[in-house]
């Protein structure tokens, strides 16, 4: 494990190292998760290990510190991120990120573009979200008021969700799961989609063969952003069929079409 100071206050962003050739692979995860747990098998997957990868938990995640008083914007997360590649000494990385992260992962690579050569998108939050009651994920936690949420609504958070997910949900600080969740609704000026499109970097986004036709895909496409569903899986891909997962990363990493 490695770790650096990422915020003026001195907390520490942590991440598993594993050793190998550049470009170096970053992954990131999404709310609530934590990369070593989610992302262990895809980084030594056949198809995909060989290269320097860094499975990096987010500012208030998994092996990270936690502080209270940051507000956790996209914005925040993507320079806490580049603050720590920076003292990995890591740059022109491809990045392969899944929900949230692969909304911080299109922030980082807009305000640090020295930092990121190629992005593979992971189902990634697009665009703002509704917050809706008895829901669970970025939608339900930020229906609550942070008092609320802080008072009882994680626990009601808890019972929603599947064991999978609670089991690194819990290691997420409170303040941090229920802001980051609050500012992924949200979204970002301008949109993380028009982010996306105006990146002069190879993009792909993954999603769910089930999901249907991703909205908005013919406007991605136009503007060079590869569109792959993959079959027999859910939101957490990389997890539901990593084998498929892993080959539709390794072809969106070595397409020499967006090289």
Known sequence: ?????????????RWVELPGREPTRVYVHGLGAT??????????????AGHRSLLIDMLGHGLSDRPTDADYTLETH????ATALTAAGVSGAQLIAHSMGGSVAIVLATRHPQLVSRLVLIDANLD?????????GSTGI????EAEYLAGGWAEIRDRVDAHWWSTMRLAGREALHRSAVHLTRGTTPSL????????????YLLPAADGPLPGADEL????????????????????????FAQATAAALTDPEQA
């Open 1 to 13: 494990m490695h770790s650096a100071v990422a915020t003026t206050q001195g907390d520490r962003i």
């Open 35 to 48: 990369s070593p747990a989610y992302f262990a098998a895809s980084a030594t997957h056949p198809l995909l």
């Open 78 to 81: 993507a320079d806490a991120l």
């Open 128 to 136: 703002p979200i509704q917050p809706r009651a008895g829901a669970g």
């Open 142 to 145: 930020a229906h609550y008021s």
């Open 193 to 204: 989609r028009e982010q996306l499109l105006k990146l002069d970097i190879p993009r792909t």
């Open 221 to 244: 496409t136009a503007a060079g952003v590869c569109v792959r569903p993959v079959p027999d899986c859910g939101h957490n891909i990389m997890l539901d069929n990593p084998h498929a």
